[in-house]
């Protein structure tokens, strides 16, 4: 046994050290990353679905799942295209640049995540129960503007009838960094009227 093993050594020792060297960079380099995104608060391979709500004059944002990308979109080249997509936005327009003619594959990668979370509502108004239904619309995005303490994928879902009617003076905030959430709905109404294709409406059901 131990004179096999020494002939292995040195047929493949060369092999098994780069191997082992590839493996601790790659490691290192993991590892680096981060560290880094925790310093910066920045978690790109995370998405957050983010429930808008503007009531009473105030604004309320509270998270209705958050996973990473890969168990969402599924598909590795798919949450590259997302990642890299999050790089592009501005705090001038945080919607993900995303190529208009597959915008609806990802919207609906996100959508089946919303419709598993609510589906209880769907079988209950199937069966005659009594349930509340409203409409929303989602979209992708990537705030980088103000002073927010995570930055990460977020889909922002917001009733559409709320977001069409959202006027200019902004509400109460619980927190002052959500002057930054209430400038990206600003800019999700101006873009539903020019890029319908960036949302995804949705009927949420409880």
């Excluded at 944002?61 to 997509?85: G, H, P």
């Amino acid at each position: 046994m131990l004179e096999t093993l020494l002939v292995n050594l040195r047929e493949h020792g060369i092999k098994y050290l780069l191997t082992a060297g590839f493996g601790a960079i790659a490691w290192w380099l993991g590892n680096r990353r981060a560290r880094a995104s925790w310093r910066k608060r920045e978690f790109g391979d995370r998405l957050n679905v983010s429930l808008n709500i503007v009531a009473d004059g105030r604004l309320l944002i509270r998270t209705l799942l958050e996973k990473s990308c890969q168990a969402v979109f599924l598909n590795s080249a798919a949450v590259d295209t997302v990642l890299a997509s999050s790089k592009k936005t501005t705090a001038a327009d945080p919607l993900l640049p995303l190529p208009q003619e597959d915008y609806w594959y990802f919207l609906n990668a996100v959508l089946n995540e919303v419709s598993e979370k609510f589906a209880e509502g769907q079988l209950k108004r199937d069966l005659g129960m009594p349930v509340t239904a409203g409409q929303y619309l989602m979209c992708l995005t990537y705030e980088s503007a103000g002073q927010l303490k995570t930055r990460k994928v977020r889909a922002m879902v917001i009733q559409k009838s709320v977001l069409l009617g959202l006027p200019v003076e902004p509400p109460k905030f619980t927190s002052e960094h959500h002057i930054t959430r209430w400038e990206t709905l600003q800019r999700m109404k101006a873009a539903y009227g020019v890029r319908p294709w960036q949302f995804v409406e949705v009927e949420i059901c409880v």
